[in-house]
């Protein structure tokens, strides 16, 4: 039954495990409670907030509003011929999903296997990792218009995907609640390994002609190896977006650091390793207070226990700040700060 909860502890609802308080909270795990919430008075005068697995959010301060929590579950499977339609509640788990279309052969998630967070968020951010991103297998969502309390469907072409970006972020947003993900996938896989160290970690297990399920273990290795787990001490992932420059921009910086880690992007841009950045210029396991960068992977800021959002906020400035400073490029934070 819905209920609408007064003064909650956000602690255990973000993955950097920081203890801002909600005025109000409410967990949704249907579409018909949604449309419940949004006809009760107090709604209509509240800020809102909606969440899914806290995992790319940073709270600088208590939330004098709303949160409202999305835990809509179910995964539904259709097989044509060698495509795959599966849609998943946008309350499921991330890799629970990943881990389910694994598990039944449905090919196309696998590269994106122990990213956090739920499948309600992957449309919005346009989630990626090891060459794959949710572009490359969406096809379609549905969303609750909190205007008009109707359910729209939003197409591939709607979305607007771009790096970590969707018109879920852009001019919409603020005005839907994703309920559900269509997702585009293969009977028959083609497989991934060009990114990264995929290619290394199957070499290392004696796999030649790995499967979905392979790419996906050798993939959460690898996060495991370099990642901390949010079970165990706060964080919510990349903390800053890998920067895309133009080649010009580049050319600049590649002649005072040749060995800078790049990529050539799908519109004739490099895009920068944002991580090896912040290493170079020393913040690589670098501790201040109870916040600091992970010993293994420096796009990564971490809790190390009882840190409050603006320290590490103001850590995240210092970051940015030095990178400035050293390569003339702005880092830009992935993760929403409130």
């Avoid at 993955?15 to 579409?31: C, N, Q």
Wanted: negative net charge.
């Amino acid at each position: 039954m819905l209920q609408i909860q007064e003064n909650i502890s956000l602690k255990p609802y973000n993955s950097f495990r920081i203890d801002a308080k909600a005025k109000f909270f409410a967990e949704i795990f249907s579409e018909d409670e949604l449309r419940s919430l949004f006809q009760d008075e107090l709604v209509k005068t509240q800020k809102l907030l909606v969440i899914g697995g806290g995992s790319n959010v940073l709270f600088t301060h208590d939330y004098d509003g709303l949160v409202i929590k999305i835990s809509i579950k179910g995964i539904q499977s259709e097989v044509i011929d060698d495509k795959v339609m599966v849609t998943a509640g946008a309350g499921e788990v991330w890799n629970d999903f990943v881990n389910y279309c694994v598990e039944h052969r449905f090919a196309g998630v696998e590269n994106l296997s122990l990213i956090p967070g739920t499948v309600g968020a992957s449309p919005i951010q346009n989630i990626g990792a090891y060459g794959v991103e949710l572009k490359d297998v969406f096809e379609s969502c549905t969303a609750f218009e909190i205007k008009t309390g109707e359910i729209k469907t939003f197409t591939y072409h709607d979305c607007h995907f771009g790096y970590r970006e969707s018109v879920f972020k852009g001019i919409l947003k603020g005005q839907y609640i994703i309920t559900s993900v269509t997702f585009r996938l293969s009977a028959v896989p083609k497989i991934n390994t060009s990114y990264g160290a995929i290619e290394t970690e199957l070499q290392s297990r004696g796999i030649v002609q790995p499967t979905i399920a392979d790419v996906s273990a050798a993939v959460s290795h690898i996060r495991v190896s370099k990642l901390p787990d949010p079970s165990t001490i706060g964080n919510a992932g990349s903390f800053f977006k890998n920067p895309v420059i133009e080649k010009h921009e580049f050319a600049d910086i590649v002649a005072k650091h040749p060995d800078v880690v790049h990529y050539p992007t799908a519109d004739d841009k490099i895009k920068l390793a944002a991580g090896w950045l912040i290493e170079q210029c020393g913040w690589k396991g670098k501790v201040v207070g109870q916040t600091g960068t992970w010993k293994n992977q420096a796009l990564v800021l971490v809790n190390h226990g009882q840190a409050t959002g603006a320290e590490v906020y103001h850590f995240s400035e210092q970051i940015i700040d030095s990178v400035k400073s050293t390569f003339g490029v702005t880092l830009e934070r992935e993760v929403n700060i409130l």
